[in-house]
């Protein structure tokens, strides 16, 4: 994994804001919008989701519950850090060392082919961990997982993280429900992927599968998709053209609308009658 520069340190990364370019689901629009760095992992768990059910449902799970002394001794031990856009946080193979703790951004979690083809695993928004499972098991990393947008990150050297966990019984109960998310949604993925037989059918199925962490709207569903047609192409295996023309098919359909990197999904159950029929 190549070196990071890093644009915060310890000293003064609270305190940091900026416009961050979130880039576009149409690759002629540009969409930005202005983020705020949290000053504590914590925050997360209270501000997305504190009770499991809102928008990016589990996301911030790791700190729930813990004990102002458990927050206090993660805080001492963990350096933040702020990164630019496109760069590599883990790769493929790679020893894991460190645990790392996504507070602001998002990253493209991927595997790749010797033959050049990606599959995109998933997007980490802010609360999720990366490289949790490599550390607990101790194995490589069987994933990359690649900067999106710029982002703020707290790491924890990986035995650290591991005696933390030995000493509060209630953070270990929280990593076991990440790893059951994850497990989750990797399933999902495997059913996409493996059960449905054309790319509208897959499509759909990755729409209906974003709608669950979508806000209900009065238009529909909300979904913010800052991703080109290529790259929805490698959540499901399917080109950029193919992409484009499953869209301009669905909206032409009534199924899906967009602006910019948001997409309005007005009938769920509109989209699920196509997801079987197909």
Known sequence: MRTLPVIGGQAGWASQTGWYDYGSFDENTQNREECRVYEFPSRIASKA?????????????????????????????????????????????????????????????????????????????????????????????????EIQFPCMITSLQRQAFLGFLMRYPMASQNVMRELSLDYDRTAQQLRTLGLASTAPAKFARLLLEWCKDGEETKRGVRIQCPLTHGEIGEHIGASRETISRVMKDFKSQGLVEQCGSILIVPNLEALEACDYAI
């Open 49 to 145: 989701q504190g009770d499991g059910s809102g928008p990016h449902r589990g996301r911030g799970e790791f700190f729930r519950n813990l004990s102002t002394e458990a927050i206090s001794e993660f805080e001492s031990i963990s350096e933040p850090h702020c990164y630019p856009g496109m760069a590599v946080l883990i790769s493929e193979e790679e020893e894991p060392s460190k645990v790392l703790f996504l507070l602001e951004g998002r990253v493209k979690l991927s595997m790749n082919s010797i033959d050049g083809k990606r599959l995109i695993l998933a997007i980490a928004w802010p609360g999720e961990i990366l490289g949790l499972t490599s550390a607990i098991s101790g194995f490589p990393h069987v994933i990359t997982a």
